[in-house]
């Protein structure tokens, strides 16, 4: 039997939404640690296989273990899973190479970018007060690459460090797209199926770097690869969960909390200071996605408005 959805309530949500960004922000610890010497399709297969149990055990609790992983898209799941798993990629990849809270900066262009996603792909509609947001949050984001690029031009900064920012924007980009598949996927697919299946498709697809240089972990670098693993799977459960009990308008800002972790962690556990320029880029970036955030979330309740006043009364 189906769990029943339950009735809204704003304080569970945005508690599981502030579990959810504690435990990735501690997946991404850990994925830091160990991505000093193991390659970012070995973190990613770890990430990926050490995080199933723990959905399979989520799912059985909602009561969807029988029902709740049936497809009738598996290809679209295929396509959301290589989408996804190139975004994990670039973005742990990126991880070793850059301070965590540029990392984690960087990527908060990934709200920016799907708005600019769906309206391609979707064909939502995307007015002025979005495009200037998507203007400000891109401009957050080049003040933030900026020192980092000029080794293409001067050989003033390190060249791998110029490497890691492309790649942790190419991470927001992967997965911006990532969430416009999974929009997709939400109308037809269960997300139950959605979670899990993500899980199935990047172990998979993570095992055919096996050629690439994979490495044997030492004791403290698998430590630190199935607890990244754990921990991703209960912040997914903890993602999910905040979706369920309220609108993504209300939880979706607490996302930003994460930068606050980012950038404690990576002064007090790697030593990493933040420019004054980064977080100049960074407040750009916050400030746009809470104008989009709250922007859809305004959408939202007109939209709901205007339905009521098109039932027909009596």
Known sequence: ??????????????????????????????????????????????????????????????????TGLKTDNPLGHFWRGLVGVTAMSMGFAALGLLPLSEVKAIQYAQPVLVVIFAAMFLGEKVRAFRLTAVALGMVGVLIIMSPRLTAF?????????????????GSAVMAGLAHVFVRKLTMSEPTSAIVFWFAVTASSLSILTLPFGWVWPTGPEAAALIGAGLCGGIGQIFLTSSYRYAAASVVAPFEYFSILLALGIGYFVFAEVPTGVMLIGIALIVCAGILIIWREGKLGKDRKQARKAMTPQG
Do not use: C, H, Q
């Open 1 to 66: 039997m189906v769990t029943p959805a339950p009735k809204p309530n704003t304080a569970v949500a945005i508690l599981s939404k502030l579990g959810a960004v504690f435990f990735f922000m501690a997946m991404a610890t850990l994925i830091k640690i160990a991505s000093v010497r193991v390659p970012p399709g070995e973190t990613v297969f770890f990430r990926s296989f050490f995080g199933l149990p723990i959905i399979l055990g989520w799912i059985a609790l909602r009561g969807e273990l029988r």
């Open 153 to 169: 031009s001067d050989g003033a900064t390190d060249p791998y460090l110029a490497i890691g920012a492309i790649l942790a924007f």
